[in-house]
């Protein structure tokens, strides 16, 4: 099995950033990748980011394309979520996970062993 914890989350300004940390911790060597999801109040567990776990490779949604920059650690068995020019509409709970498949998938079901989350709030 493999735990995670994510942290680094806050309050921060539009405009402003963050990076987020996501730590796993057991099998590590049985990971094909992780990803971040995000929910916001009323609304449904969002993709915005997978990285593989041995090559790097990554994928985005289209909403923080651009803005958001996910990468890994492998020594650390940390993954990162650097967060630029962030908006009023980044606001959500972040949860990291286990990506299940060897695909980069945006696909919830396709990730298991979810981290209890982060609050980001971004601020007018």
């Known amino acids: 099995q493999v735990q995670l914890v994510e942290s680094g989350g806050g309050l921060v300004q539009a405009g402003g950033s963050l990076r987020l940390s996501c730590a796993a911790s057991g099998r590590t060597s049985s990971i094909f990748g992780l990803g971040w999801f995000r929910q916001a109040p009323g609304k449904e567990r969002a993709f915005v980011a997978t990285?593989?776990?041995?090559?790097?490779?990554?994928y985005y949604a289209d909403s923080v394309k651009g803005r958001f920059t996910i990468s890994r650690d492998n020594a650390k068995n940390t993954v990162y979520l650097q967060m630029n020019s962030l908006k009023l509409e980044d606001t959500a709970v972040y949860y990291c996970?286990?990506?299940?498949?060897?695909?980069?998938?945006?696909?919830?079901?396709?990730?298991?062993?979810w981290g209890q989350g982060t609050q980001v709030t971004v601020s007018s």
């Open positions: 996970a286990v990506r299940r498949v060897y695909i980069s998938s945006g696909n919830p079901y396709d990730y298991g062993n």
């Open positions: 990285i593989s776990w041995s090559g790097g490779s990554t």
